[in-house]
């Protein structure tokens, strides 16, 4: 079984911060691309963030400098930081270890 598990979802209040944590089991988890994807209700799954092998990163556009991707290849560990939450934010998360998706971790930003 090589399905990633996700956690660190909940709710928060507009400026708040959360980190969401993604364990993977997978044997070759240091040269795997790994990344988040989110999905608001009503709305299709969205591209948040992505790392290489390497430790390159990319983001969404609606991300960039406030949300964090980060990894622990000694833990098979994935980890996004979030910041400044925003109500638009509500989604689904979902980690993704080379092509192996989690079942996501809700997070809901709501005064």
């Known amino acids: 079984q090589v399905q990633p598990v996700e956690s660190g979802g909940g709710l928060v209040q507009p400026g708040g911060s959360l980190r969401l944590s993604c364990a993977a089991s997978?044997?070759?988890?240091?040269?795997?691309?790994m990344g988040w994807y989110r999905q608001a209700p009503g709305e299709e799954r969205e591209f948040v963030a992505i790392?290489?092998?390497?430790?390159?990163?990319r983001y969404a556009d609606s991300v960039k400098g406030r949300f964090t991707v980060s990894r622990d290849n000694i833990k098979k560990m994935l980890y996004l930081q979030i910041n400044n939450l925003k109500p638009e934010d509500t989604a689904v998360y979902y980690c993704v270890v080379a092509g192996d998706w989690g079942q996501g971790t809700q997070v809901t930003v709501s005064s």
């Open positions: 997978r044997g070759s988890f240091s040269v795997a691309v």
């Open positions: 790392i290489m092998p390497n430790g390159i990163t």
